[in-house]
């Protein structure tokens, strides 16, 4: 069977380079910019997301086009970060690997200039380098562009947002003016599109996904806490979450420090990633996170920038960036190569406005999520252990040797006792720490007042909906997908007839469109759920108001203990899942065909002009690592506040 990479025109011994990178199938990216790059006629604007394969999309292309028996730069890659830039050149490498004498540079700041110069003295076809590195090489006079017959400008919104505006314009001048010139971007604000105007003749322009939206494999949510709890709000999330693999986006390097060290000093595995590490300190945490030996990485946004680590699954706002179109970054660390992911946003009711404006400009919605309280939590983590247990590899061969004397110091106890003893042994952590854990919920309530958001009030439906109780929730292996489902199945009612889903712990409560609730009741009247009847009751009629009657719900089966009936058959629990099964695409899908793409162009957030070169910090060309030396994250983000 012919490769489809084989079918957009790639050659064989790139073909087979990128099938050992376990790349069988063209991504959307991939499968529309190849073709056209491939034609080498164009010049062309990319608007897509990190994350979906964007370097293989001009990679690839670029190795057909070049001809690697001249030595001569021929492929310029501009792009914001050291990481960035050293990823793409790792990629090219890999992607060039079978190809005879092809030659890649990686050219950045804060590294060794020297050993840069020596490569580009034996002969490069590519270079790819971070804007203020590159410029002080031509300024050496040390590479000669005049055979570039392409320039890739890559992240080009986030190089113009760092100000290598002038940078840009100056290494552009000294290449051909016949050369093409491929423009990638997550977002499109005026100025990329005066950049495209200015270096570009009438380029080929695709779009992946709706202008300005994010990974459609993303959910976004958000929790509101007083700012006194935020710590303990991510604390909680984290531990209900007992497989979460995220990062953790803080406004200053001095938060992330100070998260950070509370973390591991609370038992995590955290660490912190930041402007004021040096480079090789930098590197040591992103070695670890990348190989999972850490599972919060603690970062500001220009550290994080440009970050590709797979199957990260949260991302989380501890405070919300400076920059609105940071988000759209900082959300794109999760969510990467086909995988879902989910951004979380930790705010206070003051912040719901910009909750809102990102709604505007990434053209979906976000779900207000409810911290879990310390009973659901707990149950979490006992059954994220007991599904570990149950799955660990035995090395039969290794253990045997002590099965007999295991058998012996076990002796006096059953089996009932054996196993409680081992689920106690991690457990017993959470149960301490969460045995007099406030609902953090009720105190956001109480920051926010009697009314929620959108004028919603407790135990009521928003505008226009009619909030229901049923007695079914996260307990019976519900997700918010499986609900939707539920609700209309038995409802007999479309998804878009169900507003907000609260998934708790033994009920929930689901929002219904006022003219589909008696419809609903009919619906529900004699359905049962693993034997049980099922029963749904309009919120507030049973008194399970969400101020008093959640706490009462977790009442009632705190003092029923983790042994109780509802759970039957619990090692069925979907623990150890991350944070993927509460929040099933089925939800995300509802609320988004419920929506429409709103294509906010978002300049309007973004003043690019009047910075002068001083204002950002001095030179640019350190990479991610210089520039944060400068006023970005020194907490005094006010100046570029664009909310
Ligand atoms: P990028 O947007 O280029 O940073 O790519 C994001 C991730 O997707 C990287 O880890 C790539 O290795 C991976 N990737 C890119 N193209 C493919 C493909 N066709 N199949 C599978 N993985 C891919």
Redesign the pocket.
Request: charged residues 15%.
């Given at each position: 069977m012919t490769n489809p990479?084989q079918l957009l025109g790639i050659s064989d011994d790139v073909v087979n380079a990128?099938k050992e990178?376990?790349?069988?199938?063209?991504?959307p990216?991939?499968e529309q910019s190849i073709p056209v790059l491939l034609e080498g006629t164009n010049d062309f604007v990319g608007l897509?997301?990190?994350?979906?394969?964007?370097?293989?999309?001009f990679?690839l292309p670029l190795l057909e086009l070049i001809d690697f028996k001249v030595n001569k730069p021929q492929a310029l890659i501009l792009c914001p970060t050291r990481e960035l830039c050293l990823?793409?050149a790792n990629?090219l490498k890999n992607f060039s690997k079978n190809v005879a004498n092809a030659h890649v540079v990686a050219v950045y700041g804060g590294a060794n200039i020297m050993q840069q110069l020596r490569e580009i003295r034996q002969g490069v076809q590519i270079v790819v380098a971070t804007p203020g590195r590159m410029l002080d090489i031509i300024g050496r006079k040390a590479i000669d562009f005049s055979n570039v017959k392409y320039v890739v400008l890559d992240e080009a919104d986030e190089m113009l947002n760092m100000g290598f505006q002038d940078d840009i314009n100056d290494i552009l001048s000294t290449t051909p003016d016949d050369k093409k010139t491929w423009l990638f971007s997550a977002t499109m604000p005026a100025e990329v599109r005066r950049i495209a105007k200015k270096y570009m003749n009438e380029p080929v322009e695709l779009t992946m996904g709706t202008k300005n939206t994010g990974n459609v494999n993303i959910e976004h949510e958000y929790y509101i806490v007083r700012a006194r709890d935020k710590y303990a709000a991510l604390k909680r999330i984290v531990d209900f979450n007992p497989e979460i693999f995220a990062v953790v986006f803080c406004k200053t390097k001095l938060d992330t420090q100070d998260v950070a060290e509370h973390l591991i000093k609370d038992g995590y595995n955290a660490d912190a990633l930041h402007g004021d590490l040096s480079q090789q300190q930098r590197d040591k945490v992103m070695q670890r996170f990348r190989e999972r030996n850490m599972q919060l990485l603690i970062a500001t946004d220009v550290a994080a920038r440009g970050i590709?680590v797979?199957n990260v699954t949260h991302v989380i706002n501890y405070s919300l960036p400076d920059e609105i179109e940071s988000y759209t970054h900082r959300s794109g660390r999760t969510g990467?190569?086909?995988k879902t992911g989910i951004s979380i946003c930790i705010i206070n009711s003051k912040e719901l406005g910009k909750i809102r404006q990102l709604e505007r400009i990434i053209g979906k919605q976000f779900t207000k999520a409810e911290l879990p309280t310390g009973f659901d939590v707990c149950e979490k983590q006992l059954f994220s252990l007991v599904h570990k247990v149950h799955n660990v590899e035995v090395n039969e061969e290794q253990i045997d040797q002590y099965i007999p004397r295991i058998m012996d110091e076990f002796k006096d106890l059953s089996k009932e006792d054996v196993i409680k003893r081992f689920a106690s042994l991690e457990f017993n952590r959470f149960l301490e720490y969460y045995s007099k854990a406030p609902d953090l919920n009720a105190a956001a309530g109480d920051d926010r007042g009697e009314r929620g958001e959108r004028g919603e009030r407790r135990g009521r439906g928003s505008e226009g909906y009619t909030r229901l109780f049923i007695n079914l929730g996260s307990v019976d292996e519900f997700t918010r997908g499986d609900m939707l489902s539920f609700i209309c199945n038995n409802g007999k009612i479309a998804g878009k007839s169900v507003g907000k889903i609260d998934l708790k712990g033994v009920f929930s409560f689901f929002e219904v469109e006022d003219d589909v609730a008696d419809k609903v009741f009919e619906g529900f009247k004699s359905v049962e759920f693993n034997g049980r009847q099922v029963r749904i009751e309009k919120s507030g009629d049973s008194g399970r108001g969400e101020g008093a009657g959640e706490r009462r719900g977790g009442g009632e089966r705190r003092s029923g203990g983790f042994g109780g009936e509802r759970r039957g058959g619990g090692g069925g629990y979907r623990g150890g899942s991350g944070g993927g099964d509460r929040r099933s695409s089925g939800g995300s899908g509802r609320r988004e065909g419920g929506r429409s793409e709103g294509g906010n162009a978002g300049g309007g957030f973004r003043d690019f002009s009047g910075r002068s070169r001083d204002e950002k910090g001095g030179s640019r060309e350190g990479g991610s690592g210089r520039r944060e030396g400068g006023s970005r994250e020194g907490g005094s983000g006010e100046r570029r506040k664009k909310w």
């Open positions: 990479f990128v990178l376990g790349f069988e199938t063209p991504t990216i991939q897509a997301q990190t994350g979906t394969g964007k370097t293989a999309a990679g990823q793409i990629d590709d797979n990467r190569a086909g």
